[in-house]
């Protein structure tokens, strides 16, 4: 269905005190067109201190209060995995625009059923696959379909962080599977998304999950911890493999580092940041000669005065997501963009479990084709 266009400002209620706070609302906020009218938390005391030390003009007792308010017209969904398709469906049914946070829902099942209540509306649905606005993977992109190293060989990632290495042993959600946390969804999401935005989809993968960085089981009632490791290999559009590695307990890590090899040489686009994913990315090139990489210019907006990169990237996706809802037109990245990243990583981890390739079958998207799926406990 097509998107109904509005040309006033959107009014804007964000689920989410950590990331939501942190992240999301300074980044809406830095839009002409958006006011952010309201936030709601798990914890009522938390979100009223939230709502008064930012200004936000209401503090809801509860998410569901911030869905139903009328005035709420787009809604920001950034609570742990476990609780995403519940308020997206209650969004969707309330007829609010959406962004809800990576990486969507727990499983393809719970994605297909968001997707699916998303194409028969005409709102704007969107999925936090950030790393898409970032200036050097844009341009990246650009040169990849330009040709500028020949055809495409192979792709490898490296994300690696000191992290859960560095010695906090503080219980949260982040290491708890039950309500999707761990390294796949947190840090993989993202490669996921963009390997198949610059490539191509995933046709079929190998991965590999442990725990390397502090004990196995943790917490006040001794649960196993998520995964906070990741090695894997997709194979993607063409027979193209890409290797990847990913780790938020390796002490000496080098950072987030993408690197395309071409028959004519390299793309990298690198940051060895510890502290930040986003300050301190660049965009390098192979000398077609030497092999020595050189930095490519890129036109990007200062980080200057930003405490946390990610404000920036999620600003950018910000101002993508209010434009569509104002013109009435669908956006990436798209719902069906995070179903498409939900069933690559469903595959992972049967692979995992499995030890051995998985095909990546991508079914029509909808629920029922994946009633199959063992659902994540």
């Known amino acids: 269905m097509g998107v109904t266009p509005r040309m006033t400002t959107v009014t804007v209620g964000i689920v989410g005190t950590g990331f939501g706070a942190q992240v999301h609302l300074p980044a809406f906020r830095r839009l002409s067109a958006v006011t952010v009218a309201g ?35 787009a809604v920001v969904i950034a609570v742990p995995p476990r609780f995403h398709c519940e308020m997206v469906l209650r969004a969707l049914e309330a007829g609010k625009h959406v962004l809800c946070e990576k990486p969507f829902g727990v499983d393809p099942v719970e994605a297909a059923s968001m997707l699916e209540k998303a194409r028969h509306s005409d709102l704007v649905c969107m999925v936090d696959y950030q790393f898409r606005m970032a200036p050097e993977r844009i341009r990246l992109k650009e040169l990849l379909e330009a040709g500028a190293i020949g055809r495409v060989r192979r792709v490898t990632v490296e994300w690696t962080v000191r992290g859960r290495a560095a010695g906090n042993r503080a219980w949260s959600w982040q290491f708890d599977p039950t309500v999707g ?34 004990p196995a089981v943790m917490g006040p009632d001794a649960r196993p911890a998520a995964a906070d490791t990741l090695d894997g290999i997709l194979l993607l559009q063409d027979d193209i493999p890409a290797s990847i590695t990913i780790s938020n307990a390796t002490p000496g890590g080098r950072g987030h580092w993408l690197t395309v090899y071409g028959e004519r040489g390299a793309l990298v686009v690198g940051n060895p940041n510890q502290a930040d994913a986003v300050i301190g990315t660049c965009l390098y090139e192979s000398d077609p000669t030497t092999g020595v990489l050189r930095e490519v210019p890129v036109s990007a907006p200062s980080t200057d005065g930003l405490s946390d990169g990610r404000t920036l990237l999620v600003g950018r996706l910000a101002e993508t997501f209010a434009s569509a809802i104002r013109a009435g037109t669908p956006t990436a990245p798209s719902f069906e963009d995070g179903w498409r990243a939900q069933v690559v990583m469903q595959a992972m981890r049967e692979a995992h479990e499995r030890r051995r390739w998985m095909p990546v079958d991508m079914p029509g998207g909808r629920g029922r084709s994946w009633s199959h799926v063992r659902r994540t406990p």
């Open 39 to 73: 936030i709601a938390g798990q914890d009522r005391d938390k979100t009223a201190r939230v709502a008064q030390a930012q200004g936000v003009p209401t503090a809801y007792g509860s998410w569901q209060a911030l869905i139903d308010d009328k005035k709420i017209e």
């Open 181 to 214: 946390g761990g390294v796949l969804f947190a840090f993989g999401s993202h490669v996921v998304d963009y390997l198949q935005w610059l490539m191509g989809p995933a046709k079929s993968v190998t991965a590999h999950l442990s725990t390397r960085g502090g």
